[in-house]
């Protein structure tokens, strides 16, 4: 059973960095790609960022794109999200999922799905 633990949120102000990690405690049919999704205070969940299973490909919607940075380390089962110069808008409740598919942005594709981690930044 696929089981989905994220980390890492917390507040900070404006500008400064923050890392999210997901580990995947369960699954055991690879390969697999690993999304980030967000949801702000009511705002419907999005798409942030993607990461295939080698890591060789990566996607990232465009108003994070450029300041957050997808990763994974197999080896641990998590995969991360780098988090710079970041804004008010950013303050959501972070998910990862995972895919069979690769390039796909629906949530519709991804699951199951982890609790959630609150990222909340100051201004």
């Known amino acids: 059973q696929v089981r989905l633990a994220e980390s890492g949120g917390g507040l900070v102000q404006a500008g400064c960095s923050q890392r999210l990690s997901c580990v995947d405690s369960?699954?055991?049919?690879?390969?697999?790609?690993t999304g980030w999704f967000r949801r702000a205070p009511g705002k419907e969940r999005e798409f942030v960022a993607a990461?295939?299973?080698?890591?060789?490909?990566?996607d990232y919607t465009d108003s994070v794109r450029g300041r957050f940075t997808i990763s994974r380390d197999n080896a641990k089962n998590t995969v991360y999200l780098q988090m710079t110069s970041l804004e008010p808008e950013d303050t959501a409740v972070y998910y990862c999922?995972?895919?069979?598919?690769?390039?796909?942005?629906?949530?519709?594709?991804?699951?199951?799905w982890g609790q959630g981690t609150q990222a909340t930044v100051s201004s």
């Open positions: 999922a995972e895919t069979a598919l690769d390039g796909t942005r629906s949530r519709g594709d991804f699951g199951p």
């Open positions: 369960g699954r055991t049919v690879r390969p697999y790609t």
């Open positions: 990461i295939n299973w080698s890591g060789t490909n990566t």
